[in-house]
């Protein structure tokens, strides 16, 4: 199937013209998330069917490399290139108010993640998948003990050094574009097999990834002084460092299987599931500076 990367209609395989009529019309009719979609990805002039056709049919192509290849190149463009997301600009300076919307936000993204990796182990019998995803659960939400504890709870401390109750975080209400990404990110996972909800999860890893410089990428997730600065206090080092360190690898290696059990039957499915998948996320991490801006206009 070919996804809309914006609103996830399918199309049949190998159709780029009924995807193509499709944005088309919803550009006539000026929607504006698939306006911006088209400017963004593939061109911002006026075109017709056969042509729009013909450009994403080149979008999709793998070019004669792997779908690992293709989403990372095409993450980077998304977030960390020349004209990096909006998130990322703010993350090159320490800033409280945005760490903090980092803090509420993040929570809300963290309890999906593990329902999307609990889908994936019950929809596949392959033990590295498996082993993976029960990783991925432990290393999230549960922790190995005081020693190691969970990405959720140095998310929680991470806040409250910063002023904030842990009651608040836990409590609090998604914005409005982090609970539609939250809806999208739940039926991609209970919905479509569980090789498109890694594609769809584990390709949003690559964000903090040190290691996409050789892909393009030119700003990092973050502005690496923060950790070793004075201003930051030292829970904020430890959940940056602790994500920044580890999603190198996790990123890869799931990419990596995601490539392993690519066929040429499920690869356009993989390809919408990403791309939909992505462009909730660039929605949710701009609900981060939302969230950082309702704060500060609070003081």
């Known amino acids: 199937m070919v996804d809309c990367a914006v609103c996830g209609s399918r199309f049949s395989k190998g159709n780029y013209n009924e995807l193509a009529s499709h944005l088309i019309m919803l550009a006539k009719k000026s929607d504006w998330s698939h306006v911006s979609w088209l400017n963004r990805n ?3 002039a006026r075109t017709d069917e056969a042509k729009l056709s013909g450009l994403l049919s080149q979008y999709y192509s793998l070019k004669g490399k792997g779908i690992k290849d ?5 993450f980077v463009h998304h977030f ?3 004209n990096p997301h909006p998130f990322i ?8 108010d945005v760490l903090k919307g980092y803090a509420i936000e993040h929570h809300h993204f963290l309890k999906q993640w593990i329902k999307s990796c ?3 182990i019950a929809k596949t019998d392959f033990d590295e998948v498996q082993d993976y995803e029960l990783e991925n659960i432990m290393t999230e939400l549960h922790g190995y003990g005081k020693d190691e504890p969970s990405h959720h709870e140095l998310l929680i401390r991470m806040g409250e050094s910063l002023g904030l109750d842990r009651k608040t975080i836990i409590q609090s209400k998604p914005l409005p574009a982090t609970a539609r990404a939250v809806s999208i990110w739940n039926d991609i996972a209970s919905q479509r097999t ?4 890694m594609a769809a999860m584990h390709s949003l890893e690559l964000v903090a990834n040190r290691d996409l410089g050789r892909y393009g990428a030119k700003y990092p997730y973050f502005n690496p002084d923060i950790l070793s600065g004075v201003q930051a206090t030292s829970e904020v080092r430890e959940f940056l460092r602790e994500g920044y360190e580890a999603d190198v690898s996790h990123s890869y290696v799931a990419l990596d299987i995601i490539e392993k059990y690519c066929t040429p039957e499920n690869l356009e499915d993989i390809q919408g599931s990403y791309l939909l998948s992505a462009n909730a996320f660039s929605d949710y ?12 206009n609070k003081q």
């Open 70 to 74: 293709w989403i990372i190149r095409d």
């Open 194 to 197: 569980w090789i498109e909800t």
């Open 285 to 296: 991490l701009e609900a981060r500076l939302e969230r950082g801006e309702m704060i500060e």
């Open 80 to 82: 960390r290139g020349s």
């Open 89 to 96: 600009l703010a993350m090159q300076s320490y800033n409280v």
């Open 118 to 120: 609990s889908y994936v």
């Open 42 to 44: 593939i061109t911002k």
